[in-house]
């Protein structure tokens, strides 16, 4: 079958719309099915990333 895709990862916190909406045409060189295929995207828990080695933080313990 044919697949195209963009290459482009999905990324919950930048997408404009979660829900994605596919026409699907199968064909076996006799006759022809056509589907809609649904896909959500969803958010996963990413674990936080640091770009530096060492960090420094001045904290006011007084208050």
Known sequence: GLVITSGTVLNFETLSSTSFNFTVT???????????LSIDVTNV??????????YAIIAN???
């Open 26 to 36: 199968v064909s076996d060189g006799w006759s022809d099915n056509t589907k809609i």
């Open 45 to 54: 828990n990413e674990a936080p990333t640091f770009n530096q080695a060492n």
């Open 61 to 63: 313990e007084a208050t």
